[in-house]
């Protein structure tokens, strides 16, 4: 019966981040991200955040909330995109690179 009182708090879980007015400790248990495309609210576990603010964003938390977009907002296949034309320009490197060692060869005979 002393359960039904009883209610359920989230833990929380202090981390000390970078930010533009200096170190900061913030609760990222209970911390709300916002998309800068969408706006659109988004929650994360607190250590897989705290890994990604570390490694993505410098550890600086004031970058991470002016340039975080969410996956949902990313374009669909700007990845993709950016893939095949990097495999395009190399090839295209790799033909002028060989045009030339013909034209070499062609001198030389």
Known sequence: M????K???????????NSSAGEVQ???NNYTAKCSVSGEPKQ??????????????GNDISIFESTYVSRA??????????IVK????????????????RDEINQSV
């Open 26 to 28: 913030i609760d990222l």
């Open 2 to 5: 002393k359960n039904e009182n």
């Open 73 to 82: 907002s990313r374009p669909k296949n700007g990845r993709r995109l950016d």
């Open 86 to 101: 990097s495999r395009i320009n190399r090839l295209y490197d790799q033909i002028r690179t060989l045009k030339t060692e």
């Open 44 to 57: 994360f576990y607190h250590t897989y955040l705290a890994n990604m603010i570390a490694t993505k964003y």
């Open 7 to 17: 209610k359920s708090r989230k833990a929380v879980k202090l981390y000390t981040l």
